[in-house]
């Protein structure tokens, strides 16, 4: 049984995570923004109440991830997930961009998974296999040209920068870092026209957590098994 940590849980994604693992058998610490507005995510802890705790973090908050590492003091982790993230605003092509809103999409998608990560890395170090996996998107692979949602994908190719040179820094303590692309997923974010479920991606998702280790460069990891180009 592992201890995972996932950001993000109270809808999409997250949410799926959360269930696919509890289901499973592991314990999970499930962050949320408000927790008391849980309607979903109270189901799920209902059918696992000693397996899932639910914990407040505004991953923006430098004063939230502080409160919630103190909550936590002492704790393992074996798995952290950075599940949260926003699309961000209307207007974000190259030719028109609100630029307060691209900072904001830095802000929760790029910055707060580092913040997070280096808040809980002592957790992560009381684990013999510590691992973090941080949800990106094929949106930021360097590879592709299309331009649109510019906030979004340069957001995302950011993170996956961070998260590169992360795992560069933690690689000697033994703990392994990586990004994935969750597919065009069915939540408020993807759309309805989207590819596939929550629950599809978070089933994939939990198998690249189960596989992933140390090598010598991380990886950009797709829900399938697949790898992207970085």
């Given at each position: 049984m592992s201890t995972v940590l996932v950001t993000g849980a109270a809808r999409g994604i997250g949410l799926a995570l959360v269930a696919a693992l509890a289901d499973r058998g592991d314990e999970v610490i499930a962050t949320v923004r408000d927790p008391e507005r849980l309607s979903d995510l109270a189901a799920i802890v209902a059918r696992h109440p000693d397996t899932i705790e639910v914990h407040r973090l505004e991953v923006t908050d430098p004063a939230s991830i502080a409160a919630?590492?103190?909550?936590?003091q002492g704790r393992r982790i074996d798995v952290l997930i950075n599940n949260a993230g926003i699309i961000g605003p209307e207007r974000q092509s190259t030719l028109d961009m609100d630029f307060a809103g691209w900072a904001e999409v830095f802000r929760v998608d790029t910055?707060?998974?580092?913040?997070?990560s280096q808040a809980l890395l002592p957790n992560l170090r009381l684990s013999d296999h510590g691992k973090i996996l941080t949800v990106s998107s094929g949106m930021g692979s360097m590879?592709?040209?299309?331009?649109?949602?510019v906030a979004y994908r340069?957001?995302?190719?950011?993170?996956?920068?961070?998260?590169q040179c992360l795992a560069t820094d933690l690689a000697e303590e033994g703990i392994a870092v990586a990004v994935c692309h969750p597919g065009w997923v069915k939540t408020d974010m993807g759309g309805?026209?989207?590819?596939?479920t929550p629950e599809m991606s978070a089933t994939?998702?939990?198998r690249i957590v189960d596989r992933l280790g140390l090598t010598r460069a991380p990886v950009f990891h797709v829900w399938d098994g697949g790898?992207?180009?970085?």
């Open positions: 919630l590492a103190e909550r936590l910055m707060a998974p580092l913040a997070v590879s592709t040209t299309k331009s649109d949602h340069s957001a995302k190719a950011a993170v996956n920068k961070v998260m309805s026209e989207a590819d596939i994939g998702l939990t790898i992207l180009p970085w």
